[in-house]
């Protein structure tokens, strides 16, 4: 294992494997999207949050439909019922689970700081059970109850469509994230409960109005699974300077996005950019707000990343990019996998 083993804020690699027609085996090396485990080793991934996502049916989230005179805004979806989200919920936490018990010891869901740790030494992809978007949640928390007693540790409240526990931020560029109102009588009580049982929350996707609620009500450190700077992007997924502000005085993380619209200050589709615009985030958000804040968030198999990254096995070429840039070893340890460490440490009970 490398140096800096990079654990990663936020991959789709269950939702992939579950909607493909013809998934190749995660255990054998193929082209298919970003991740595969022969893939994550060479690239030096040693784990991260593999979110478990409901989509929509029939609903196309591509911004070149939805061009506005200087951007595009893309329609939000409508609201999915708790049935159908906590139907494919478990669909998807067994895909993970069975992933788990498939890999002769080679991925452990894990639930305590000290399993992600024992991992990211001993070579074995650390995986955290991730709910992107709470609609599978029931408002008494039953569902939450048996879904952490299963390994649940980190929960987005909302995706961008809105739920009963408040409003995710559109597709749009550019837009501030204050979109619309924030989270629910239901929204803070799930807050709450999540701080009780010591699930993380994660605020990407949440618009502005929400996040300042989570701020206002939690107990643990701020977190950004994979959002960049909105100073670099003003993308309304993307973070104001108040908010990286709150999330480092909260000694919480934000981990960067590989996805290119959110990387590119023209908010564009180009794939054909360099590594530098992924170091350029980390690097605004470590100097601006101290290198304890930012780490890595991936999107791996949920979103578009640059050519020149192109899957997992680009990861060393970003990490040479980030030593190149002038970041010193303890600094690379921290952006790659201590900070997401100390911040589960603050977290989980
Ligand atoms: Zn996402």
Redesign the pocket.
């Known amino acids: 294992m490398t140096q800096f083993p990079v654990f990663d804020g936020?991959n789709?690699t269950l939702l992939r494997l579950h909607t493909s027609d013809t998934p190749a085996s995660f255990f054998e090396e193929s082209s298919d999207g970003h991740i595969d485990l022969p893939r994550a080793k060479k690239g030096g991934l040693g784990g991260g949050f593999f979110?478990v996502?409901t989509p929509n049916e029939n609903y196309e989230v591509e911004p070149e439909n939805y061009l506005t005179e200087n951007g595009y805004d893309v329609p939000l979806p409508p609201p999915i019922s708790q049935e159908k989200a906590l139907a494919f919920t478990n669909a998807l936490g067994a895909r993970l689970f069975k992933l788990e018990s498939e890999a002769n010891d080679q991925l452990k869901v894990v639930r305590t700081a000290d399993e992600l740790k024992h991992c990211l030494e001993n070579d074995i992809m650390a995986a955290i059970f991730h709910i992107?978007g709470a609609e599978a949640i029931d408002t008494d928390f039953n569902a939450l109850h048996v879904l952490h007693r299963a390994g649940l540790r980190s929960l987005?409240i909302t995706?961008?469509r809105p739920n009963k526990y408040g409003e995710g931020v559109p597709f749009r560029y550019p837009s501030s994230p204050d979109t619309g109102g924030g989270l629910t009588d239901a929204g803070k009580a799930l807050v709450r409960k999540c701080n009780q049982l010591g699930i993380m929350i994660d605020n990407?996707?949440l618009n502005e109005k929400g996040f300042w609620d989570v701020a206002s009500l939690t107990d643990a450190p701020l977190v950004a699974?994979?959002s960049n700077a909105h100073a670099l992007s003003p993308i309304a997924r993307n973070l104001t300077d108040k908010q990286i502000t709150a999330i480092a005085e909260s000694n919480g993380v934000v981990g960067i996005?590989y996805a290119v619209n959110m990387l590119r200050e023209d908010g564009g589709l180009g794939t054909d950019i360099s590594l530098d615009k992924i170091v350029r985030h980390v690097a605004y958000i470590a100097e601006k707000f101290g290198v304890d804040h930012v780490a890595l968030g991936s999107?791996f198999d949920?979103?578009t990343v640059p050519d020149s990254l192109k899957d997992v096995t680009g990861l060393p070429k970003l990490v040479d990019r980030l030593k190149a840039h002038g970041f010193h070893d303890d600094e690379l340890k921290k952006i790659t996998h201590g900070n997401w460490i100390r911040v589960l440490e603050d977290t989980w009970k």
């Open positions: 936020h789709d979110a996502f992107e987005g995706w961008s990407t996707h699974t994979h996005n999107d949920g979103t």
